[in-house]
């Protein structure tokens, strides 16, 4: 397998993706070591983006949103929600989201959404069984070891680990003195289920969440990192409880989690999740980023959360760089892509 060379400037790797896609040869595989020495001395920066597309129609918009990353991120992160509510969870919709977010000229890392699997029951979305196309999805997108895209990132995988076989889109990788984990948090409820019997898929999960949490600060802070990334689909609702039937909050355990390994981290943490607002709704939309976490009652102000855009706006999505000499490590601004008229062949 060909290792890349260090961080490409811009021109250079939207030259490689144009290569990449009309070689007949493997996918390159960015070696994320060297990657992480380098990015950590020059800086480098990455794409957040949630939500899309929602239906086969945007797809042309994500492909150019996915070719502007090539010219201005280094890797990218989807904080799930690939399909469309009420698109169908078949085989179908998969292989094409897949063929899309796989052609990513930057390495992508995805972490599913409700709409990918915990609301595949509903009719619209074809009445399939949850955990059943959870499994199909893991099969699709997680089992190997590495990211989507053109050129790729070694993911270590906490499907890696003999308790948690099961959970290979719990993710974790290291890129300019920056960690990164994805957790697989889906935003209805958690899919938690408020019907009589046993949560097993939930309860399950949120231990596996809990576990792969823990070991991403500890490796954090074993590494000296100055970041810390940890991105999820639901908005966990920081602000209060989330509460069901019953007064359970099904977002209890992250938040108590985050809240308790953050308030030890010497470094600055980025929360990323899904469900967030368009950056042009006026003065009813939200800041771009807050400090929502709290520790005995006090705000943390090593974390910031930050949400990813969406439908009813696909083009738009997030650019965080990350500068050496940035105290805060993390720069956020709001990006988007104007979509470009098909050109005639």
Known sequence: MIATPPRLAPWSRLLLAVALACAPIAPMRATTNAESGYAARQGFAFALLGDVPAHDAEETIVTQML??????????????????RDERCDDRTYARR???????????????????????????????????????????????????????????????????????????????DVLFVTLNVPGNHNNYRTGAGRNGEYEERIQADSSWLR??????????????VVAFSADPHFEGRHTLAGGIDPYATLKTDLARLASKYAGQVLVVHGGGPLPDRGRASRALSDHPVKFNGKTLQNVTRVMTHGAPGPAHWLKVSVEPGNRDVFRIENASTVLRPPQPR
């Open 67 to 84: 070719a502007q990353f090539g010219t201005e991120t280094d890797l990218a992160i989807h904080t799930g929600n690939i399909k469309g």
């Open 98 to 176: 897949h063929a899309l977010l796989d052609g990513s000229p930057v390495p992508l890392v995805l972490a599913p959404g409700e709409n990918d699997w915990a609301d595949c029951d509903r009719p619209a979305a074809g009445q399939f069984g949850p955990v059943e196309r959870l499994n199909r999805l893991r099969e699709l997108f997680f089992e190997p070891d590495d990211s989507l895209g053109m050129l790729k990132l070694d993911l270590q995988r906490q499907s890696e680990t003999a308790s948690f076989r099961g959970y290979p889109e719990n993710a974790r990788w290291e890129y300019g």
């Open 215 to 228: 070991q991403a600060f500890t490796a954090a802070t074993r590494l000296k990192t100055r970041g810390l």
